[in-house]
C-alpha cells in the first residue's frame, strides 16, 4: 500500500514536472519568436529612419543647387541687359543695332533654357560677342557720359557671375557628395536625384571674359 502511493505521488510529481518543463519550453520559444520579431521590426524602423534622413536630405540639397543654378542665371541675364543699354547711348545704324539686339535676344533664351553649365557658358559667349560688336559698330561708346557707368557695371556683373558660379559648384559638390555615398547610392533613386555637372575650370577661368572696350 505504501509503495502504491510512493509511487502514484512519483508518477503526479513527474507529470508536474513534465507540463511545467512544457509550459517553461513554450515560453521560451515564444519569447525568442518576439524577440526575432521585435529585432527584424527596430531593424526596419532603424533603416526607415535612415532613408527618410536620406530622402530629405537629399532633396534639400537637390533644392539648393536649383537656387544656385538660379542666381547662375539671373547674373548672365543681368550681363545681357546690359548690351540694350550699351546701344542704347548712342543713335547708330539701324542694321547694326538690330543683328546686335537679336543675337543678344537669342542669348536670353539659351539662358532661360540652359539645362548644363556648357549651355550658359556658350550663352555667355554670344553675349560677350554682342558687347563687342557693339564697341565695334559704335566706337562712340567710350565717348558718351553713360559709357563708364556702363564699364563699371559690365566688370560688376562679372564678378558677380564669378562668384554665382563658385556657389554653384559648391552645390553640387556637396549634392554629389551625398547621393554618391555607399548607403545614398544604394536607396536614391538616380532619376529623381541625378549626378550633377559643376562648371568646369579652364585655363583662365579665374578671368573675367574679355570684352574690347
Known sequence: MFLKKANKVNFSYSLITDQFYSYLYVKINNMKKGL????????????????????NTAITLQENVNEKWGDVGATYQRRADLVPQLVATVKGAAANERGILTQVTEARAGIVNAKTPEDMELMGKKINTAI????EAYPQIRSTQNFSDLQTQLEGTENRIAVARKNYNEAVREYNSHIRGFFNGMVLNKETFPKKEPFKESAGSENAPKVEF
Open 36 to 55: 526575432i520579431i521585435g529585432g527584424i521590426l527596430f531593424l526596419a524602423l532603424i533603416i526607415f529612419m535612415m532613408y527618410r534622413s536620406t530622402y
Open 132 to 135: 563687342n560688336l557693339a564697341f
